[in-house]
């Protein structure tokens, strides 16, 4: 034995050294070891210290159930990844991991010095002592708290790698590749259907890999699966969760395994499985015993202690105490014993054993202590002996050792059961919660079903011991420094459901959902309360079953893909001619088009200027449009709208304000009626989708008499609005087969004929207030007949205006913005848009809500106009408005303003604002209060120009 | 992610084709105008918010875009039947 | 403090890949102009009769390049220029949307898999002349299963360049 490595034995291979580094240090290990079985074989005993108490600690586990060995890996630049468990970490060349929770080194943690403290960090701890005075808590609490509690260090650079993801189908999902989960997947791959067989570790196995005496087996049925078309074999993927109707989400392992100059591709790839059936093979966990100095390192599960000298060839210690409630903590010592592991004693508490057990100890020449309990371990850094006792509570005699192994019964690892809503029944034999009933379609096999031979036991988490719990540092929860005599605090103090106790303790929480301390934390909490534990409760376990990157549940929604940026057919020109955008919705737009060295309002009054008297272009493609067709046409619109609309003549338009049953305005929007049975609508850019839906949805369900349909066209037509007094003169001559005279061609008309030779349906319409048209062209056309007007529009003196201008020019004629100008709580008479109303209409989407008591009471904030009393101060929009600046805070809010802008055209501010009462204020003086100032304003209407709608015929 | 059967469709789809639309069998009245104030509350707010049976309505969306009705358990999330608009309640 | 670098690759950056792409058993590229038309009827055979053409009885069937994608609700994905009626005064609508779509044609043995990165359904099941909207991550698409390899998709002009390269992601093995 070269340190602690064992002479043979094991699934490493001795011939291909690794070496790696720990904490800074070079170490060695072999291939196909794991970071803690490398070290452990060069006698690393300690590996981290806790979350609370920083108190050194060892290993525990030899899988993901492992609470303490948690380190960082550094793969470079971005791509530390902390709190992994040392068991799980496969070993590379060059690996490079650190110990957390320490400072400054692990030996010598100055932050342990809360460990000698920890009479004053009892359970509650936090909720307790920190409550008040509330400043103190962001100042001085939070940070010292973060320094001394907690896990690995976040990254803080960017994550350079990529991660995949995908969506799977199969027959039969079997989640963990023990020989149960290999047998299941045989099983059902003889049927012929899709089998994924996905598993955690490194290789399939589970439990096989620490049992030479199944290895030709193993390898069989691993070729066998390997040959079959219908399989998936996934290792290194973990199920970190199951959800409805058999969908599991697990997390693909992909490079991390490897030398980081060999890893190539995505590091993870997300799996989003949905399974016919699934079958959980998850196994189980061994349980640790609660005894005083459990968690001195070198104290570690039976079954861990087995794995690392079957599976790795490591011995954990040289001297080995096994302290064992069950026949497996037998079985495990002995067949350590048979690996050449020096086992000095077997204490058991339980005075009768089992007597082929006891004589095959006795033939190994193990000393044998039934009936007796470890009472107290020695060694701070590292196990030295332990002291035991009869019955725990008999004279304490000191045994020489330096390790101790725990065997305190199994746990079925029900997690993803759990997820299901699966039940569980409580299994006396076990000591555990078994799964029971679900109504998904999904069993356990194995040993998390319960059904596995491993003799049998004590059920007890707790040990005795001579001092009473109050005074015992015996731990239950290692990862969350959680101690009996916590729980014992919690029942004392009141609290009775396992929730409140776990949240009150913090045991079970976090990174390990309880994977080691449930079990036995529901025995102590039992034991105190003196009910069955049944009568407790179970805690829920949730998703993630162990800690997951966002990485991969980003999958390919990062950076440039992180979600779709919709950009019009003419977004390419506004990017070539400067545009500054702004995101509307998922579009992008451009908000302005600044020129030389223009800020926005320099660009902004520009343009306004422009657009009033020359012309001015804009890309107005991301509205929503809807053609609606059919004989019942203008009777659905009828029903829908506030308006009239039978009456509407083929090639007029009309504004459409649009109500939800509530009474309030959720949308607006100019539409055409083209023929009798056809029309063009349009919504707002955001509102495109949702008006479709609510159409939609009354046409199927209330009206499904009516002979119409619902086509969206948002994306069928590129729409360039040219507005100014000579938008006329720019597209007459690229026009063909249209009269755009006044005449023949009126305002709030459309007209369907050619543009560029391109079919167009041309409108006349004006959110500006000024002669306007909005060319609809096929999209594909969009830039082609925006370049041909632009070229017509430099001859005018036109500009390109954006969102921000477009913004401005409607505010100046006190046109709505839906969204800014309405909140959902603005009816269309608080809008000032009574006269969109038909009063005739016995019925529309919302009409009956407009004689409802609250929309009729005096007192609604109505829509105004606002001028300030400095022209040059220009409000910001949001604010609070109060009729008496002098009254004491806090003050009574009249209302807020929605739209504020310099208007070049005005050549002062404007704003628009909702105000109680707000028509009935005409002239009156209402004060905004600003930090450090106060701005006084004059309502009026919300018309600032152009109010007899003059220039709308150029 | 729940699977949910396409009356029309006839077949179990992915929940995100679906759009959740509310209580079912909340039919608007014929002429609004007949209800008392408490009446049209009672249609426009006032839904039944049951533990366990829930009648719904789901629109599949991004399928067949059709509207259709659910019962589902709101404690296990299974759903008992689903049918298409216009028939009897389940 | 934590500084995070500055996105490397900015989705307003992105453009819409004009030639194929070729990855591992797969290639993404475009299917070129066609005439789209969304048909919608209750009456089936009114439709038909009005439009000159055949339509597929059963939602997620094709045929003639017309797919059924609703219970009174057809697509058809025509050569680039086909005309149709529209029926005008009849209880049909007959409405263009050429411009609105793009198609998008993942061809190969690994077109599957690429199409089942984002989209939840279980294509391996879906016969081939089988169509049916549903989405691409949250993205809605129509995809047709014109070949045992070949999958057309349609997407709404302005979320193509999105998927394009989603698909381009997916292909490269999220390089």
Redesign the interface.
């Known amino acids: 034995m070269t340190g602690f490595r064992l002479a043979d034995g094991g699934r490493i291979d001795r011939r291909t050294k690794r070496n790696f580094t720990f904490d800074g240090k070079a170490r060695w290990g072999y291939a196909g070891d794991s970071l803690a079985s490398a070290l452990l074989a060069q006698g690393q005993m300690l590996f981290g210290r806790s979350f609370k108490y920083h108190r050194p600690r060892g290993i525990l586990g030899a899988g993901v159930e492992e609470p303490n060995a948690l380190v960082t890996v550094d793969r470079g630049p971005g791509r530390k990844t902390p709190n992994l468990r040392a068991p799980s970490v496969a070993l590379h060349d060059g690996l490079a991991a650190t110990s957390q929770n320490r400072f400054p080194t692990l030996k010598t943690d100055l932050i342990a010095v809360n460990n000698m403290l920890s009479a004053f960090f009892p359970a509650g701890f936090y909720n307790k002592t920190f409550m008040w005075p509330r400043a103190a808590w962001e100042k001085v609490y939070e940070p010292i708290i973060r320094r001394l509690a907690g896990l690995g260090d976040s990254p803080t650079t960017r994550d350079p790698d990529h991660y995949d993801a995908t969506y799977a189908h199969c027959e039969t999902l079997v989640v963990g590749a023990g020989p149960a989960g290999i047998a299941a997947a045989l099983e059902a791959a003889a049927s012929g259907g899709r089998v994924f067989l996905i598993d955690e570790q490194e290789e399939i196995g589970g439990g096989a890999l620490s049992d030479p005496a199944q290895w030709a087996w193993l390898a069989e049925a691993s070729a066998k699966l390997a040959a079959m078309d219908n399989v998936t074999v996934l290792p290194r993927t973990t199920a970190i969760g199951h959800y409805h109707q058999n969908f599991v989400v697990a997390a693909q392992r992909l490079t991390d395994h490897l030398p980081v100059d060999e890893a190539e591709g995505p590091r993870e790839k997300l799996w989003r499985i949905r399974a016919g059936e699934v079958v959980l093979a998850m196994g189980a966990i061994e349980r640790p015993l609660v005894f005083e100095g459990n968690d001195v390192p070198g104290v570690m599960l039976a079954s861990a202690a087995k794995t690392f000298a079957l599976r790795y060839g490591v011995a954990v210690g040289r001297k080995l105490v096994v302290m064992a409630l069950h026949d497996s903590g037998w079985h495990d010592a002995l067949a350590l014993h048979k690996a050449g592991v020096n086992i000095a004693a077997i204490v058991d508490l339980r005075r009768e054993i089992a007597p082929e057990l006891a004589e095959a100890a006795r033939d190994a020449r193990i000393a044998c202590y039934p009936g007796y309990a470890v009472t107290g371990v020695s060694g701070g850094q590292a196990v030295n002996g332990v002291t035991v006792a009869l019955a725990g509570v008999g004279k304490g005699q000191k045994l020489e050792c330096d390790a101790v192994l725990m065997a305190g019964g199994w746990t079925p690892t029900v997690h993803l059961w759990s997820h299901a809503k699966g039940t569980l029944r409580w299994d006396e034999n076990w000591g555990a919660y078994v799964p029971d009933k679900t109504h998904e379609n999904l069993r356990c096999v194995g040993a998390c079903a319960g059904d596995w031979d491993f003799g049998s036991g004590l059920v007890r988490g707790l040990l005795p011991a001579p001092k009473p719990l109050h005074e015992s540092k015996a731990f239950v929860d290692f990862q969350n420094d959680v101690k009996a005599r916590d729980i014992g605090l919690a029942v004392q103090e009141g609290f009775r459901s396992i929730e409140h106790i776990k949240r009150y303790t913090t045991n079970g929480m976090a990174t390990d959902q309880g994977k080691t301390s449930n079990l036995n934390g529901l025995q102590i909490a039992s034991g105190v309360l003196h009910r069955p534990v049944t009568d407790i409760g179970l805690t829920t376990f949730r998703p993630p079953y162990t800690p997951q990157s966002f990485g991969a549940i980003l999958g390919h929604h990062k950076e440039a893909l992180f979600q779709p940026l919709r950009k019009t057919g003419i977004d390419d020109w506004a990017d070539a001619h400067g545009a500054v955008y702004e995101n509307v919705a998922q579009w992008r737009r451009a908000r302005y088009f600044p020129q030389g060295s223009e800020d926005m309002d320099a660009a902004v009054a520009r343009e306004c200027r422009t657009v009033r008297s020359a012309v001015g272009i804009f890309d107005a493609s991301t509205l929503g449009k809807i053609e609606v067709v059919g004989p019942d046409a203008a009777e659905f619109l009828n029903r829908m709208y506030t308006n009239p609309w039978k009456s509407l003549e083929p090639g007029r338009c009309r504004y459409g304000l649009l109500l939800g049953e509530h009474g309030f305005i959720i949308d607006d929007g100019v539409s055409a009626r083209l023929a009798p049975d056809r029309f063009h609508l349009t919504t707002t850019t955001g509102g495109a989708a949702r008006v479709l839906n609510m159409m939609e949805d009354y046409l199927q369900t209330e009206w499904a008499d009516l002979d119409v349909w619902l086509t969206s066209t948002t994306e069928q037509w590129s729409v360039i609005a040219v507005q100014g007094p000579k938008a006329r003169r720019v597209i007459a001559p690229l026009v063909e087969g249209i009269d755009l005279s006044p005449e023949a061609f009126p305002h709030m008309a459309v007209r369907e004929g050619k543009i560029c030779g391109v079919d167009t349906r041309l409108f006349r319409v004006s959110f500006t207030g000024e002669l306007g048209f909005e060319v609809n062209v096929p999209a594909e056309y969009g830039r082609m007949v925006w370049e041909a007007i632009w070229a017509e529009g430099e001859k005018h003196g036109a500009a390109a205006y954006g969102t921000e201008t477009m913004h401005v020019l409607r505010a100046e004629k006190g046109f709505i913005i839906v969204g800014q100008d309405t909140d959902g709580t603005v009816t269309p008479d608080d809008a000032g848009l009574g006269w969109a109303v038909g009063k005739k209409k016995p019925d529309f989407v919302g009409k009956r809500s407009l004689a409802r008591p609250d929309i009729v009471a005096a007192g609604r904030k109505q829509l105004v106009g606002l001028l300030t009393d400095d022209p040059q101060a220009v409000l910001e929009e949001g604010a609070q408005i109060v009729a008496d600046p002098n009254q004491p805070v806090p003050m009574t809010m009249i209302g807020h303003v929605t739209s504020s802008y310099h208007s070049a055209t005005m050549g002062r501010s404007i704003a628009m604002a909702l105000v109680a009462g707000g028509r009935d204020r005409m002239g009156e003086t209402l004060h905004i209060p600003m930090p450090g100032k106060t701005i006084s304003a004059k309502v009026v209407a919300p018309m600032f120009y152009d109010p007899e709608g003059s220039r709308l015929n150029g | 992610?729940?699977?949910i059967h396409c009356p029309?469709?006839?077949e179990a789809?992915?929940?995100?084709?679906f759009?959740y639309?509310g209580e079912a069998h909340i039919?608007?009245p014929v002429?609004?105008?007949t209800?008392s104030?408490e009446q049209?509350?009672e249609f426009?707010y006032i839904r039944s918010n049951p533990r366990g049976r829930h009648h719904e309505?789901w629109?599949h969306?991004?399928?067949?875009?059709?509207?259709f009705n659910a019962v589902r358990d709101t404690v296990?999330?299974?759903f008992e039947t689903t049918y298409k608009?216009?028939e009897a309640r389940k | 403090m934590v500084e995070i670098a500055e996105i490397a690759v900015s989705a307003a950056e992105l453009k819409l890949g004009t030639e194929p792409v070729q990855g591992d058993g797969v290639r993404l590229a475009h299917a070129g102009p066609k005439a789209r038309y969304s048909l919608r009827a209750r009456d089936a055979k009114a439709l038909a009769d009005v439009i000159g053409r055949a339509l597929p009885g059963k939602i997620g069937d094709t045929e003639g390049a017309i797919a059924c994608l609703g219970p009174d609700e057809w697509y058809a994905l025509l050569p680039a220029g086909t005309e149709m009626p529209r029926g005008e005064g009849l209880a049909v609508s007959v409405v263009d949307v050429s411009s609105r779509a793009l198609g998008l044609v993942l061809e190969g043995p690994g077109a599957l898999a690429v199409l089942s990165s984002g989209c939840p359904l279980d294509l391996a099941k879906m016969g081939v002349g089988r169509a049916t909207r549903t989405v691409f991550e949250t993205v809605e698409i129509q995809v047709w299963r014109e070949g045992e390899e070949r999958w057309h998709v349609e997407v709404w002009r302005s979320f193509a360049t999105w998927l394009w390269h989603a698909f381009v992601a997916a292909m490269h093995g999220a390089k």
């Open positions: 992610m729940l699977l029309y469709c006839e789809r992915p929940e995100v084709e759009a639309g039919a608007r002429d609004p105008s209800y104030d049209w509350e426009l309505r629109r969306a991004h399928g067949c875009g059709r509207f296990t999330d299974v608009a216009g």
